[in-house]
């Protein structure tokens, strides 16, 4: 899969696009954005037929989550007024992000040198035809310096369901810029 990312902090948003082609004629994409305070998850077969639209109060909830672990690779979003931090020990603290009528927590892991290893959080996910709340959370390792901001460029993100962990995604950083206008 092939992917691009963009994101803005004020207000917190981000669109995503990735595509796969599958067979040499078939091909799937997705997209996912939050935007003014609402989440869209899209996945198309040829780029132009949904198979999957979802919009709703739950989605809103995944995508605030998965900005929320996704700022670590502009870091100094994470002293934004719309994040509030609560200690928990000393390798871990809660970061909450409220954002309109949205309100979202996840416990931050960090290793000794201060990086962010893991987030764990209660994040929805389809089940069947319904949501449900359940625990998730990412890895982040291999930090390099890029433009001057200290990020990782691995992550790998999880399902913790009742029969073990499911990874499904993992991804290698290969390039960011910073300061370029977003293109919705």
Request: proline share 5%; hydrophobic share 40%.
């Amino acid at each position: 899969m092939v992917g691009e990312q963009r994101f803005t902090t004020d207000p917190p948003s981000f669109n995503w696009h990735g595509s796969i082609r599958l067979l040499p004629l078939i091909s799937l994409s997705g997209t996912d954005i939050l935007r003014d305070g609402h989440g869209q998850f899209r996945i198309a077969l040829f780029d132009r037929i949904p198979l999957v639209d979802e919009r709703s109060p739950e989605v809103v909830q995944a995508d605030l989550l998965r900005y929320l672990a996704e700022i670590v690779w502009f870091p100094t979003a994470w002293l934004s007024d719309t994040i509030t931090w609560e200690a928990i020990d000393d390798a871990s603290a809660r970061a909450t992000l409220r954002y309109r009528d949205q309100s979202v927590s996840a416990v931050m892991h960090f290793d000794a040198g201060g990086e962010l290893t893991r987030i764990s959080a209660e994040r929805y996910r389809k089940e069947g035809k319904r949501n449900a709340l359940t625990p998730w959370g990412g890895r982040n390792s291999v930090y390099r310096e890029m433009h001057g901001m200290l990020i990782p460029t691995r992550c790998e993100v999880a399902w913790h369901l009742a029969s073990g962990e499911f990874s499904y995604f993992r991804a290698e950083l290969t390039a960011i810029a910073y300061n370029e206008p977003l293109a919705w």
